[in-house]
Structure formats: C-alpha cells, structure tokens
C-alpha cells in the first residue's frame, strides 16, 4: 500500500508538467529527425559535390526543418510569425551562398 501511495503522489506532480514533457520529447525527436534528413541532403550532394556544397546544403536543411518543428510547436499566428521571420533568415542564407559560389 504505501508503494501505491508513493507512486500516485508522484504522478500527482508530474501530471502538472505533462504539457512541457511532451514539448520536450516533440523538440528532441524532431530534431532527430530534422537531422536525418539533413544527412540524407548531405550525402546525396557530396556524391556530386565538394564538402563545402554539401554541408552549405545541409545547414539550410537543418535552419528549415528546425523553423518548421518551432512553428508546429508554437502553432497558430505565433507559427505564422516565425514562418515569416525563418523566411526572412533563409533568403539570407541563400544570397550569402550564391555570393560565395554556391
């Protein structure tokens, strides 16, 4: 009986944090995914290319899909702001790349 107590007063606390577990674990095996597929980017365009190409392409890869996983997280018009912003950040990263030769 008391292992029982002891187990409902400790879910009793961690059911309040529930919400920023998940946020959590959607952060972490997002990213892991996010980064597979940068990889995947990666070696697809190192058979071709040199390294600089191929990393250049996996870190816009990698800018994209983590602004993607923050404005699914965010939702709503807070995901529709950092869309705009991730945007903007992106054509940065663009025009710097086709200036160095990408």
């Known amino acids: 009986m008391a292992f029982h107590q002891l187990y409902a007063a400790v879910w009793d606390?961690?059911?309040?944090y529930i919400g920023y577990?998940?946020?959590l674990l959607a952060i972490a095996f997002g990213y892991l995914i996010v980064s597979g597929i940068a990889s995947f980017f990666y070696w697809s365009?190192?058979?071709k290319y040199e390294h600089a190409t191929a990393a250049a392409?996996?870190?816009?890869?990698?800018?994209?899909?983590?602004?993607a996983l923050v404005a699914?997280?965010?939702?709503?018009?807070a995901g529709v702001a950092l869309?705009?912003?991730?945007?903007?950040?992106i054509g940065f990263c663009l025009?710097?790349?086709f200036r160095a030769g990408f």
């Open 57 to 67: 392409v996996r870190n816009i890869v990698k800018i994209i899909g983590v602004g």
């Open 95 to 97: 025009s710097a790349g």
């Open 45 to 47: 365009m190192r058979a």
């Open 21 to 23: 577990i998940q946020v």
């Open 13 to 16: 606390k961690i059911v309040d």
């Open 83 to 89: 869309g705009g912003f991730i945007g903007i950040v």
């Open 72 to 77: 699914a997280i965010a939702g709503g018009a």
